[in-house]
């Protein structure tokens, strides 16, 4: 299947910083998405995006299919943007399942 | 973009008990679901593939007579844990997909289940 890494592990930014969090991705996906989850544990959409660059006010993230990473991008954070942030790929050859990297932390203190 | 409603969001269980998780898609047929587990600290993991209409799919090492998923109707999938224990203790996440390739996963809020 597929193997999805993402980096770094834990980030802390203090309140108005810039981040860049990873996510490569070992073969082909036709699907590639990006959550927070909140600490309720519940996981919010951030980007669906195999291919192509999307911006939603201070996210944006960039998929390179062919070289086969994503990177998501949070300007301006604040302590509200602090959580788990996953990626998970799939692939129709891995029959739709998405698999998750193990998630970067991030912590923004005010 | 699509609902994935899912049900309980928290549960208490004795050992021995069993418990039942809904995932409903609201406003999609989705003729595949899916079904994740998640420790603290940790990722999370598929444990199966519900398909509507016939048997689910398990990942390895998954109990499949522990864990039974039944697929019913296009619009629900749910997952019982049987004779619960301490160790089944996890937060629980359905999704499901509009139908067709390359379409975007859609989460329930998730189970958060104590066995106790």
């Known amino acids: 299947g597929i193997q999805v890494e993402q980096s770094p592990p834990d980030l802390i930014l203090q309140e108005g910083a810039n981040s860049t969090l990873r996510c490569n991705f070992s073969?082909?996906?036709?699907?590639l998405q990006w959550f927070h989850q909140n600490p309720w544990g519940q996981l919010i959409n951030l980007f669906y995006i195999p291919s192509g660059t999307k911006q939603n006010g201070r996210l944006s993230a960039t998929t390179v299919a062919t070289e086969r990473y994503s990177l998501l991008y949070i300007s301006s954070s604040q302590t509200t943007d602090s959580g788990v942030y996953f990626c998970?790929?799939?692939?129709?050859?891995?029959?739709?399942?998405?698999?998750f990297g193990d998630g970067t932390t991030l912590t923004v203190k005010p | 973009g699509a609902v994935v409603s899912q049900h309980p969001s928290r549960v208490i269980c004795k050992s021995g008990t069993s418990v039942k998780i809904e995932c409903r898609s609201l406003?999609?047929?989705?003729?595949?679901m899916f079904w994740y587990r998640q420790f603290p600290k940790q990722s999370l993991m598929l444990m199966a593939t519900s398909n509507e209409g016939s048997k689910a799919t398990y990942e390895q090492g998954v109990e499949k007579d522990k864990f039974l998923i039944n697929h019913a109707s296009l619009t629900l999938s749910t997952l019982t844990v049987t004779s619960a224990h301490p160790e089944d203790s996890s937060f629980y996440i359905c999704s499901a997909r509009d139908p067709g390739p390359n379409t975007e996963a859609f989460f329930g809020q998730g189970t958060r289940l104590t066995v106790v």
């Open positions: 998970a790929a799939a692939s129709n050859t891995n029959a739709g399942k998405s698999t």
């Open positions: 073969d082909s996906v036709n699907n």
């Open positions: 406003d999609f047929q989705a003729t595949t």
